[in-house]
T-cell receptor, first 110, second 114 residues
Framework: GQQVMQIPQYQHVQEGEDFTTYCNSS?????IQWYKQRPGGHPVFLIQ?????EVKKQKRLTFQFGEAKKNSSLHITATQTTDVGTYFC??????????FGAGTILRVKS | DGGITQSPKYLFRKEGQNVTLSCEQN?????MYWYRQDPGQGLRLIYY???????QKGDIAEGYSVSREKKESFPLTVTSAQKNPTAFYLC?????????????FGPGTRLTVT
């Protein structure tokens, strides 16, 4: 079945460094959503991308959707300790289901 | 104060027992979902419901059952047939009936079966 692969699995950065997580699908996605889960918490919706080549920004976070709608990325500029958590991408596939990537765990050293 | 509640936060059961996890929402959302989260893995869909009195199997429905008798409630029963039930269970809801709407998650129930 359709899978969504996410890399890296884990990243440990110094505060102030940038961070990027990548999401790749074996098939074309109609939409892609991004969620953040703080340690011990539950996933919280960040954003949804719909259009081919779309780029959206939320303060220090930049989200991109690939031209072929098979890949996406989340880039955080100048990480802060409040950015720690697991970032998940989730692609919308046929049958009205979201399929989640395995997530990227971000740790920030202050 | 609107949102999704799940209870209890932690649940312990003996192997061979059925257990029901509660999920309630007062957001007036149509769709509700149950996911399972294991360490190092993403969320895997167990069941979802787009409307009252109707629900569909997700990717890992074996050993689980659900009901949707009220719009606000979507309880999940983990049966003794589920071979590896220890996990973190998350309930979610969305205002629309398709997966193109953002999902709101509850705080989760951590189930341990020994």
């Amino acid at each position: 079945g359709q899978q969504v692969m996410q890399i890296p699995q884990y990243q440990h950065v110094q505060e102030g460094e940038d961070f990027t997580t990548y999401c790749n699908s074996s098939t074309t996605l109609s939409n892609i959503q991004w969620y953040k889960q703080r340690p011990g918490g539950h996933p919280v919706f960040l954003i949804q991308l719909v259009k081919s080549g779309e780029v959206k920004k939320q303060k220090r976070l930049t989200f991109q959707f690939g031209e072929a709608k098979k890949n996406s990325s989340l880039h955080i500029t100048a990480t802060q300790t409040t950015d720690v958590g697991t970032y998940f991408c989730a692609g919308v596939r046929s049958g009205n289901k979201l399929v989640f990537g395995a997530g990227t765990i971000l740790r920030v050293k202050s | 104060d609107g949102g999704i509640t799940q209870s209890p936060k932690y649940l312990f059961r003996k192997e061979g027992q059925n257990v029901t996890l509660s999920c309630e929402q007062n957001l007036n959302h149509d769709a509700m979902y149950w996911y399972r989260q294991d360490p190092g893995q993403g969320l895997r869909l167990i069941y979802y419901s787009q409307i009252v009195n109707d629900f569909q199997k997700g990717d890992i429905a074996e050993g689980y059952s659900v009901s949707r008798e009220k719009k606000e409630s979507f309880p999940l029963t983990v049966t003794s047939a589920q071979k590896n039930p220890t996990a973190f269970y998350l309930c979610a809801s969305s205002i629309g009936r398709t997966a193109t709407y953002e999902q709101y998650f509850g705080p989760g129930t951590r189930l341990t079966v020994t």
